[in-house]
């Protein structure tokens, strides 16, 4: 790698960090255990959710969240198109139809409008409740996504749920930190999923959290984790010096537990969580400001009376007011040692959701639109003021020089 190299998204991993690490393994207990349990209840306490499942990937957690709410093959599910694989796979892994919605042109979260066109229009009320016409399913939850950190309209969403008598499930891979009207993300669904994949704003390499105000469901969520054993996850309590070998299998569980040596990234990671937001705010306004004249790019509409926490920085190019393609300028900014990344590919375009779910391009315009212009920048907390710089300039640079 270059010196002069900027990633798209390190981690930034201090001493700390790895004094934990290797104080885990020098403990003789690697696997999930007393610090699993005391980062559970960090998390559980910076959101303010009653109880906090930690698992290992947001992908585990929401699909255990599907689980718990009892959906299955005879349900309809509703997410965005404009997601990481997880958000529909999860649906499926149940069996139930996952029905796409569009995104908003501004935020690129889904369209709340759209949302209510698919329970109004695309569905029926029936004594059983609201039936998704074409696929014949019961519709059961819905699963937002607050893209890059900002927060979808919780309030339409949840109004929405109440009339409809629908779950919400809230995929939370990019939102930790981030608020919505004075409320953290984590107290306003019914069952909230963070991710901390090695790229999120506070990593343990892989890993996720489930939160929830509902005993029952976190409960439940906790021994599907582990087999579905009860009392699994205090295992390391029965390899103590009192301890019983008895179990018993409650469920057809998974194998979805996090180990100490995550949760021992994440104790630190999260008490620099609000420093590493910050950072990520002061390079959000490095770009903010440095493209304000360019009419040839387009910078993230930053929502009110909301906590942005900047997971990701997205911009849309113009491509007619370009020379260039949006796929050159990502080869012109690697070749200028700046790494950049495409969040997302909708799912609807992709084969197998194509092959399953009949889906096509056209489907879902404004994710597409979004999707053909999009290029994330670097915005990490391990980014420099100077490195933050040197993108800003170097994207200046592409747009004087190809501009029409
Ligand atoms: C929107 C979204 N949901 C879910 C996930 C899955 O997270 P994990 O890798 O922790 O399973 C990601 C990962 O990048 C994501 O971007």
Known sequence: MPDDFIPFSPPLIGRAEIDEVVDTLESGWLTTGPKTERFEGLVRDYVGAKYAVAVNSCTAALHLALVVLGIGPEHAVICPTYTFASTGHVICHTG???????????????????????????????????????????????????????????????????????HVVEDAAHALGTEYKGRRIGTIGHITCFSFYATKNLTTGEGGMLVTDNEEWAEKARVLSMYGISDARRIWKRYAPKGSWVYDIKYLGFKYNMMDIQAALGLHQLAR???????????????????????????????????????LFPILVDNDLLQVHRDEIIEILKAKNIGTSVLFQPLHLHSYYQEAWGTKEGDFPVAEDVFSRIINLPVSPALTEEGANRVARAIWEVVVEHRR
Not at 108 to 128: G, P, S
Not at 277 to 297: G, N, S
Request: charged content about 30%.
């Open 273 to 311: 969580l609000d420093d590493f937001i910050e950072a990520r705010a002061k390079h959000a306004a490095i770009y903010l400001d440095a493209f304000a004249d360019l009419h040839q790019i387009r910078c993230p509409h930053v929502v009110e009376d909301a906590r942005h926490c900047w997971h």
């Open 96 to 166: 139930a139809t996952p029905v796409f919605v569009d995104s908003e042109d501004k935020t690129f979260n889904l369209d709340v409008e759209k949302l209510k066109n698919i329970l109004q229009r695309d569905c029926r009320e029936t004594r059983a409740g609201l039936v998704h016409k074409k696929s014949g399913k019961k519709v059961k939850a819905v699963l937002p996504v607050h893209y890059g950190g900002q927060p979808c309209d919780l309030d339409e969403i949840m109004g929405l749920a109440d009339k409809y008598n629908l």
